[in-house]
């Protein structure tokens, strides 16, 4: 009753001028109208399609495509610079610049920097703007007169138009653009090497297909996953470098054979393989791959490996086995994981061997166990004194790597220690052992040696 009270004292109050029914009508009509258009589009199916919904564009014609990536690829390619283009800028940044007290570099503030800008965007086009950014100025360290060194300069300039050279080099094995090489495209890329690139030259074809098999496992071992390699992640890679080491003619022969991708190196390989392979049925058994240390490697370091990173199931005359034989690839992978123990893809490889429970950490329980053998190669291969204490051994070797969780060993420990490649060496073959137990004799022989 208050509100109808209400509402008639307020019609009162405000009394509305005489309107012809007609126009009042009218009116009632279209807040009725409104309210039900309003009252439909609250009832609109939870599944239709929302107002700011836009489909997907089509996906491009083939045409387009290429179109598209061969204009990307023109334009990384007015990115790369030429050597007689770095030596024009040099002598641009010798002359605004001014050298060192001690007359080693070149020094150039920013004013300086922007007039080798102006005389570059002139000779060699505005392209070459990318490399004369302010915020790339600002990247390098400057003295208190505002001057950077352009020196390091030139060298930023080579690192780039390598890293440009090296992407559009492997891009062009990526015909679907995923940014990823397979292990078929990595093979066929270093393969086109061989015409180009004369220290592989002189290599018999009947060996290509292997130098690719073999070569390009160093890619996948240390950048790899799933079978591929980010083509990002090869762009500044140290292994890259190594492999383009090769195009330098003046190579001597002790730097290609310690060239992981060169002929003498690849072939080391395979001949040490098919040398291990006594049955030659392209395999290697765990007592002939037991060979290659000539027989001081712990029969459970091999038969950890085996289980590890060489068996695999397959089917044989409908039966589902375990293959227990280790061909050329894993082979490979081990030699490269054993040459470089330190290196954390190294460090992934041999901690799943050690890490006998599968816990992410190894225990002193496991060290144990792996020092007990070479314990026993000890006394019985090496003919050393038999009171060489396993439980000293173990101690001394979680002092040198000092867990943070005492007696759990991580890989982030092995890491963070720098002693990965003795924990491994050491836990593995009697030999290494011997060598780091009498390190301080060894150095002394050596010192009376080269005396």
């Given amino acids: 009753m208050a509100l109808l009270s209400a509402l008639n004292n307020f019609c009162r109050d405000h009394p509305e001028p005489d309107r012809e029914a007609e126009d009042v009508e009218q009116e009632v009509m279209q807040n009725v109208t409104s309210i039900l258009e309003q009252h439909e589009a609250n009832k609109r199916p939870a599944n239709s399609i929302p107002s700011f919904f836009k489909p997907k564009a089509k996906p491009e014609t083939t045409g387009l495509s290429v179109k598209r990536e061969a204009k990307r690829r023109k334009e990384q390619e007015t990115l790369l610079l030429s050597e007689d283009e770095l030596r024009q800028i040099w002598y641009m940044m010798e002359e605004l610049g001014a050298y060192s007290d001690n007359g080693e570099e070149v020094r150039i503030n920013y004013d300086g920097f922007s007039q080798v800008l102006t005389r570059c965007r002139e000779c060699f086009g505005p392209q070459i703007e990318a490399y004369f950014k302010a915020p790339v100025f600002l990247k390098f360290d400057r003295d208190a007169n505002g001057c950077i060194s352009a020196n390091q300069f030139l060298n930023y300039l080579n690192l780039r138009t390598t890293m440009h050279q090296n992407r559009l080099e492997l891009s062009s094995f990526d015909p679907d653009n995923t940014g990823s090489l397979t292990t078929e495209q990595l093979e066929a890329c270093v393969k086109s090497l061989q015409p180009q690139v004369p220290a592989l030259s002189d290599m018999q074809p009947s060996f290509l297909d292997q130098y690719g098999r073999i070569a390009v496992r160093k890619l996948l071992f240390f950048h790899g996953k799933n079978g591929a390699v980010r083509i990002r992640d090869l762009v500044n890679s140290i292994v890259l470098q190594e492999l383009n080491e090769l195009k330098n003619n003046q190579l001597q022969e002790h730097q290609l054979i310690s060239n992981w991708f060169s002929s003498q190196s690849t072939q080391r390989v395979y001949k040490t393989f098919i040398a291990l392979d006594e049955d030659m049925n392209g395999l290697l058994s765990r007592t002939e791959f037991s060979a290659i240390s000539n027989g001081t490697m712990s029969p459970l370091f091999i038969s950890r490996i085996f289980e590890e990173h060489v068996m695999r199931m397959r089917v044989v005359q409908g039966r589902t086995v375990h293959r227990d034989e280790m061909d050329l690839l ?122």
Avoid: C
């Avoid at 429970?357 to 050393?384: C, D, R, T």
């Avoid at 092995?414 to 836990?427: H, Q, V």
């Fill in 330 to 451: 894993a082979f490979t992978d081990f030699v490269l994981a054993w040459d470089h123990r330190s290196h954390p893809a190294a460090i992934k490889y041999f901690f799943d061997i050690f890490d006998l429970k599968k816990q992410g950490w190894i225990s002193p329980a496991e060290l144990y166990i792996f020092f007990k053998e070479i314990h026993h190669m000890w006394v019985h291969v090496m003919h050393e004194y038999a009171d060489l204490s396993i439980y000293d051994v173990v101690d001394e070797i979680l002092d040198m790597v000092k867990p943070k969780i005492t007696a759990h060993i991580t890989p982030e420990d092995l890491a963070a220690s720098g002693m990965s490649g003795i924990f491994f060496s050491m836990l593995s073959d009697v030999k290494q052992f011997y060598d780091y137990n009498y390190r301080e004799n060894l150095m002394h022989q050596d010192d009376d040696g080269g005396s």
